[in-house]
């Protein structure tokens, strides 16, 4: 899952959501100087990961788009999915988007200092082009698909792939929708064990 999605998932706790936004800039267990809750948000990040990456509809979305874009699928379908959550926001959330990633914004600001450098880099421009509340926009999504191609000085040609959700847009909606429901459970017995 990408950004929005990481965030979502780790409910009204703040903490927990500055550890599963910041887990992919964290090297192995280099983590220990953090707040327990921070901690625990990073080790659901890395649990969410495992669950996306094996799960059978995850993967049959990743199958869709595998013969053009090959191991980069994967980071594809995430950021597919995360439109497909914005745009479906109020099914999930009853705080409207635009006042959610607002409060976002604002966490991380207020806690830059403890944020790991590479994060502190991207902060400035998650904010200057509103990426959380942009990808329920096509435009959105192919400045996040631009900016990953140039990543890999052009290798991946994600680029392209908003073509390819405009022809697999309702399948995809589909995968995303009832992985989302499993996803969702399978957070919720992380974050609250005894319900």
């Not at 497909?84 to 990633?101: C, D, E, G, H, K």
């Not at 880099?121 to 631009?146: H, M, R, S």
Request: glycine share 4%; aromatic share 14%.
């Amino acid at each position: 899952m990408n950004f929005l999605a990481h965030l979502y998932l780790s409910g009204n706790n703040t903490d927990l959501m500055i550890g599963n936004f910041i887990a992919d800039h964290i090297r192995g267990n280099k983590f220990s100087h953090y707040h327990e809750e921070i901690q625990k948000g990073i080790f659901l990040h890395r649990e969410i990961d495992t669950f996306t990456d094996t799960h059978h509809i995850v993967r049959k979305s990743k199958r869709r788009l595998h013969e053009r874009y090959g191991h980069y699928d994967g980071i594809i379908i995430d950021i597919f999915y995360d439109h497909f959550l914005a745009r479906n926001w109020n099914t999930y959330s009853q705080i409207p988007l635009n006042t959610y990633v607002k409060s976002v914004y604002k966490l991380l600001q207020d806690n830059y200092n403890i944020l790991p450098e590479k994060t502190q880099e991207i902060l400035p421009f998650l904010t200057k082009y509103n990426w959380l509340y942009n990808y329920q926009f096509a435009n959105g999504i192919q400045e996040v698909l631009n900016g990953m191609n140039k990543r890999t000085k052009g290798k991946s040609q994600m680029n392209l792939a908003s073509e390819d959700l405009l022809v697999h847009y309702q399948l995809l909606e589909n995968d995303f929708t009832l992985f989302f429901e499993d996803l969702r459970k399978f957070c919720d017995s992380k974050i609250n064990p005894t319900t």
